[in-house]
């Protein structure tokens, strides 16, 4: 009886014990919950913080050496920061990339991050490649063969047409988001510099959709491939469950939420990259607390034969 009486009272301090500390965790936090990759961002970072600072080791995955949310198949693919290889960019300067799309995957383009360090300098493209650079962090002046500078920010993008004659040049610090393409020419049109930011793209009508849509690029023929900046606020997703024979490259910038490609569905956050070949099935959802922004390649404006 003494036994029971004994263990009763311990029972009893053991509960008393875990409803304080209940509510204390119910009022400093409204409830207690594990941390997750789907934590609300904090508003006190720089714009695209996440990209340049990412999540490399969430506290319920740091008991799983070797883990990575990474994933290669025939048509598409998932990069996530944890399996950046950054190295030497041929032709720059101080600068280091990671290559996140190329066409060993299977994609006729590149995307990749560059790093660039203090006194660094880009190089030239390969011979009728185009580039588009995007400001993820840090200032970058590009020059162009006129003498003709222009300082980019963040959230501010260029377009650099084939053959064109230009450098970029960062006195402390940047990281760009790149890609380029070999230029699928047409007859009597050409392509020209373009120098802008996010702010000033108009938003455009999205029919049957609620995500906010802006395009960086002209829609114009002499273009064959446009970048998209599209939003989506918490709980908002595509309707369209999209299958067609344009391939696509993907930065998320701010953010998080579920990726369906093909018949797999990805958790994903800021920093993480995609490829989605043609034909593969794609469809995505903001979950989370705060605004979804990605950047999107798109090829467009030719025959697919």
Not at 267 to 273: R, T, W, Y
């Amino acid at each position: 009886m003494q036994t029971f009486t004994a263990y009763s009272t311990r029972a009893s301090i053991l509960v008393s014990i875990s409803l304080s500390l209940l509510k204390v965790a119910v009022s400093v936090e409204g409830i207690c919950s594990a941390t997750s990759i789907f934590d609300a961002d904090s508003n006190s970072y720089p714009l695209y913080w996440k990209v340049t600072n990412p999540t490399l080791s969430p506290s319920h995955l740091q008991d799983l050496p070797g883990f990575t949310r990474s994933v290669y198949k025939r048509d598409h693919a998932l990069i996530t920061p944890e399996s950046h290889v950054f190295s030497p960019i041929p032709e720059w300067t101080n600068t280091l990339g990671a290559f996140l799309i190329t066409p060993a995957m299977g994609s006729h383009f590149v995307m990749y991050l560059a790093k660039m360090e203090d006194n660094s300098r880009s190089g030239l493209p390969p011979y009728d490649v185009e580039r588009f650079i995007f400001v993820l962090q840090g200032t970058v002046t590009l020059t162009n063969m006129s003498g003709i500078s222009h300082k980019l920010t963040v959230d501010s993008f260029a377009y650099l047409p084939p053959n064109f004659e230009h450098s970029l040049k960062c006195d402390a610090s940047a990281t760009l988001a790149v890609f380029e393409r070999r230029y699928a020419s047409l007859e009597n049109h050409v392509t020209e510099q373009i120098v802008a930011s996010t702010e000033k793209q108009p938003l455009l009508e999205t029919p049957g959709e609620v995500f906010e849509l802006r395009k960086l690029l002209p829609t114009t023929a002499p273009y064959d491939f446009n970048i998209h900046i599209m939003d989506f606020q918490p709980g908002e997703f595509l309707n369209v469950k999209e299958v067609h024979y344009n391939q696509h490259g993907l930065l998320l910038l701010e953010g998080q939420g579920i990726y369906r490609l093909g018949d797999s569905w990805y958790p994903v956050q800021a920093g993480d990259a995609i490829w989605m070949a043609p034909f593969v099935p794609q469809w995505y959802a903001a979950l989370g607390k705060t605004r979804t922004r990605y950047l999107l390649y798109k090829d467009v404006n030719r025959n697919p034969l």
